[in-house]
């Protein structure tokens, strides 16, 4: 392990986790750019690399667009990526407060200590949990699903009614084009582009970018700017000691999205969406989050850096990719020759520990250099609107056309991002749908799947069979009973 610090601390190791956390803001920041593109287009120049320098680039790049997707959704409320949408909810409330440089500080702390506990929980923890990871299977990760969904009794907004609908909304988008597991055709009225599928990260632009943009154009004569900005000396320091305010927030959240991330196919948007969920019901205040609750960044940005973390315990124990980009990075082990797996730990150690201290040190860059850059970013939102509004437009639709290469997206996107506008107008908050759009692909693959094995046993016996079933089901109900009994405490209080 000391060897491994002492790989990763070298100069040249240094350079490439410093090119991998620049290459990463970049990526995170633009709306589209996900950190598999990144990772993907940074993977033939580790070819030449020895291991240790190509991964640690890698992990760099993905940890450092983990935090960087942050800015675009606590600036402008566009998630680039679907983690940052919960990031959204609050972060940009905090910007149209005049706080906009103290969430993306907060973000980059919090980013910071979800890195820490992932890295060095995929550092001492990796044999461990990677067993408790093969314990998941679809009936499992259908009740997680199900668990994120009690979200939408946090961020329905006024109408718990509304809420509901716009989840099914967003649930019903997610069916849309050629079923995952019987492939039938849904929704596509017979417009064969549609067979495709929406993609959630166009989605998400559309949900959250393209009806802030419109609210923009319309109140163009009340504000000519999204919102104010003054410089306040000294604000990273007294940021990070409110984050440091609240331990159990922070360490919670990073270590559910570190647990999250371990699982294979859950990912960054399950964990982020699971810590909020979790920070608004041990929260004293709940009606807070939504309006611009720094803690709801905090839980966000943290579980989403764990989960990148976390992701490489599946990864690197198992030879499981537990996220997309860690399928790229897979790729690069395999083209250097190596096989992950229980082995790897034995018979090429350094290599290992050195990839997790990388991580880590690429955690502390990452924070350093968002604190830094701040206050710069932050002053965006002084940027006359007539002249943002076609900026985030343009960058919306290079995001959205850039994943696939396909325009059919950038109109889904429009379209979807006119229709939510109108909604929002009527009363629909934009959250519960774009909760829809995320767990939809998650749950729905995970009950067929579920039912198909049902057929050699009972429906009881698939969904309540397994300890880790039990625990859902018992989490989401008390999510549920939290909620309704809290807003009927409410009621009587404003009664």
């Known amino acids: 392990m000391l060897e491994g610090?002492?790989?990763?601390?070298?100069?040249?190791?240094?350079?490439?986790?410093?090119?991998?956390?620049?290459?990463?803001?970049?990526?995170?920041?633009?709306?589209?750019?996900?950190?598999?593109?990144?990772?993907?287009?940074?993977?033939?120049?580790?070819?030449?690399?020895?291991?240790?320098?190509?991964?640690?680039?890698?992990?760099?790049?993905?940890?450092?667009?983990?935090?960087a997707d942050a800015i675009p959704a606590c600036l402008v409320n566009t998630p680039g990526?679907?983690?940052?949408?919960?990031?959204?909810?609050?972060?940009?409330?905090?910007?149209?407060?005049?706080?906009?440089?103290?969430?993306?500080?907060?973000?980059?702390?919090?980013?910071?200590?979800?890195t820490f506990i992932g890295g060095f929980t995929f550092m001492f923890l990796s044999a461990p949990l990677a067993d408790i990871a093969l314990r998941f299977g679809p009936p499992e990760f259908f009740w997680i699903g199900v668990f994120?969904?009690?979200?939408?009794?946090?961020?329905?907004?006024?109408?718990?009614?509304?809420?509901?609908?716009?989840g099914v909304l967003g649930l019903l988008v997610g069916t849309i084009g050629i079923s995952a597991t019987g492939a039938v055709s849904r929704y596509t009225f017979g417009i064969s582009e549609l067979r495709?599928?929406?993609?959630?990260?166009?989605?998400?632009?559309?949900?959250?970018?393209?009806?802030?943009?419109?609210?923009?154009?319309?109140?163009?004569?009340?504000?000519l700017t999204i919102a104010t900005y003054e410089r306040q000396p000294g604000i990273t320091l007294a940021t990070v000691k409110e984050?440091?305010?609240?331990?159990?927030?922070?360490?919670?959240?990073?270590?559910?999205?570190?647990?999250?991330?371990?699982?294979?196919?859950?990912?960054?948007?399950?964990?982020?969406?699971?810590?909020?969920?979790?920070?608004?019901?041990?929260?004293?205040?709940?009606?807070?989050?939504?309006?611009?609750a720094l803690e709801g960044v905090v839980a966000s940005e943290a579980a989403g850096n764990g989960a990148a973390g976390g992701a490489m315990v599946p990864l690197i124990a198992l030879g499981i990719p537990g996220s997309a980009p860690a399928a790229v990075i897979l790729g690069a082990l395999l083209l250097q020759g190596i096989q992950p797996g229980p082995q790897f730990f034995i018979s090429q150690p350094v290599v290992v520990y050195s990839f997790a201290w990388a991580i880590i040190l690429s955690g502390v860059a990452t924070f350093f250099i968002g604190a830094f850059l701040a206050g710069s970013l932050a002053r965006m939102v002084l940027i006359p609107v007539r002249f943002l509004a076609p900026i985030v437009m343009f960058l919306s639709v290079v995001g959205a056309f850039a994943i696939r290469n396909n325009m059919v997206d950038v109109f889904l996107m429009?379209?979807?991002?006119?229709l939510v506008y109108l909604l929002w107008k009527a009363g629909f908050h934009p959250g519960p749908i774009g909760l829809g759009i995320i767990l939809g692909p998650i749950v729905e693959p995970a009950l067929v799947q579920a039912m198909a094995m049902a057929q050699a046993v009972s429906l009881a016996d698939v969904f309540l069979g397994s300890a880790v079933s039990k625990g859902l089901i018992a989490l989401t109900v008390v999510s549920v009973v939290w909620i309704l009994w809290t807003n009927e405490l409410e009621r009587r209080h404003a009664d």
């Open 5 to 67: 610090l002492l790989v990763a601390l070298t100069p040249a190791s240094l350079l490439f986790i410093a090119v991998g956390v620049l290459a990463g803001i970049v990526v995170g920041a633009l709306p589209g750019f996900t950190a598999t593109m990144g990772t993907a287009l940074l993977l033939p120049f580790t070819f030449a690399l020895p291991p240790e320098q190509g991964l640690a680039m890698l992990g760099a790049l993905y940890v450092a667009s983990q935090m």
């Open 81 to 114: 990526t679907p983690s940052a949408m919960a990031t959204a909810w609050d972060g940009f409330q905090l910007t149209k407060q005049g706080r906009g440089q103290a969430a993306i500080v907060a973000s980059g702390f919090s980013a910071l200590v979800g």
């Open 148 to 166: 994120a969904l009690t979200l939408i009794g946090s961020i329905a907004g006024d109408s718990l009614i509304k809420g509901i609908a716009g």
């Open 196 to 223: 495709a599928g929406m993609n959630v990260v166009a989605a998400l632009i559309g949900v959250f970018a393209v009806p802030q943009v419109l609210s923009m154009v319309a109140e163009r004569r009340k504000h």
């Open 243 to 292: 984050v440091l305010g609240k331990p159990g927030n922070l360490v919670r959240s990073s270590a559910i999205g570190t647990f999250v991330g371990i699982l294979p196919g859950a990912g960054g948007p399950i964990a982020t969406l699971v810590s909020y969920n979790e920070a608004v019901r041990w929260s004293k205040d709940r009606k807070k989050f939504g309006k611009g």
């Open 414 to 418: 429009l379209g979807l991002g006119v």
